[in-house]
C-alpha cells in the first residue's frame, strides 16, 4: 500500500497521503489550507532512519519525469527477473542502468562500490568494509546542477499520515 508524498506552495509543507490502492491520478486538496491543490512530490527512495532530517541538497531539486521514473522502473523491474543474484557483475549492470534510465549519477561511494562489484568482488565483504560510507551517503544524486532556490524557506513536513 503506497505512501504519496504531496507539497504546498501556499504553506510550504510536505504532506504524506496513504493509498489503500496505488493511485497515481488522484492529487488532493492542502489540508491545511483547504482550497490548494497540492503539487505530487516524487520520492525515489524511502529510508526508515528515526528523526533524521533532509538534507539541504533536498532543496532546489529539478522536477522529476513520472513517466521516465515509471518506464525506468518497469525496466529494473523486467530485468532483476533475469538477473543471477550469485553474479555481483549483473547486479552492478542493473544499477548502473536504474541510474541512466533515470537521468541520475552515482554517488561517490556507490560508484566505486559498483565498480568492486564489476570486477567481481562480494557484495557482502564491499558492504562490510564500505557499510558507514554507503550508509551516510546518498546513493543516487541528480546530474543537473541545481539553481540556487530564491530565500524561501526548507518546506515543512507533516508527520500526519492521510487518506488519499
Known sequence: MPIYEFYCEKCNTVYNFFSRTINTDKIPYCPRCKDVKLKKKVSIFATISGNKEESPEDEG???IDESRMERAMGILASE???????????????MRKLADETGLRLGPSMEEALSRMERGEDPEKIEEEMGSALEEEEPFLFKQPTKARSSRPKPKVDDTLYEL
Open 61 to 63: 531539486l529539478p522536477p
Open 80 to 94: 532483476a527477473e533475469k538477473i543471477d543474484a550469485e553474479d555481483p557483475r549483473q547486479g552492478a549492470q542493473l
